[in-house]
């Protein structure tokens, strides 16, 4: 997500972040770059943040989400795309960045931070309405659409990233190995 944000500052996108601490710090960092964020997530205010998203882009802002959610799992397409889509006649945009220096972050998405002297690059996917009907297919559809341009600029930089991480069940907690 870094290197998306950093190439799309001041252009009033609306974007969700948490409405915890640290969702906080989040929402300053991108409203004093040129975002518009709703605050909510999957298990707090989710529904009311992406109305938000959903009222901003019906008067034209437009709109960028993290499609597997705050949660995941990782690489795969939550159902928020789809309402956000369909209610706003807004259509996807896959794309995603690369760093050939890349520091790969022990978390269940193995969040990238470009390391020090990274060449950076950003790529975009073909745009595509969202059609009504099959949600699966269509979440597949952009799953599969998100993996093809993330193999492409990893391949611009001649990067390998590790595979996201794997839930693995730890007394009902969530964990991944």
């Given at each position: 997500m870094v290197l998306p944000i950093l190439a799309h500052l001041h252009e009033n996108i609306v974007t969700m972040a948490s409405r915890s601490k640290d969702g906080e710090i989040i929402a300053r960092w991108l409203t004093r770059n040129g975002y518009?964020?709703?605050?909510?997530?999957?298990?707090?205010?989710?529904?009311?943040?992406?109305?938000?998203?959903?009222?901003?882009?019906?008067?034209?802002?437009?709109?960028?989400?993290?499609?597997?959610?705050p949660k995941g799992p990782p690489r795969i397409a939550q159902p928020g795309i789809l309402r956000l889509a369909r209610e706003t006649g807004g259509w996807i945009l896959p794309f995603t960045g690369a760093a050939s220096r890349p520091v790969f972050l022990k978390s269940w998405d193995r969040y990238l931070v470009p390391g020090p002297f990274s060449h950076c690059y950003v790529g975009y996917g073909e745009p595509f309405p969202v059609p009504e009907g099959d949600d699966e297919a269509t979440l597949t559809r952009i799953g599969a659409a998100i993996d093809a341009i993330t193999r492409e600029v990893d391949a611009a930089v001649r990067v390998s990233p590790p595979p996201p991480w794997e839930p693995v069940a730890d007394n009902g907690a969530r964990r991944y190995t």
């Open positions: 518009v964020p709703a605050r909510g997530s999957t298990g707090k205010g989710g529904r009311a943040a992406l109305q938000d998203m959903i009222d901003h882009m019906r008067t034209g802002y437009p709109a960028a989400l993290t499609v597997d959610g």
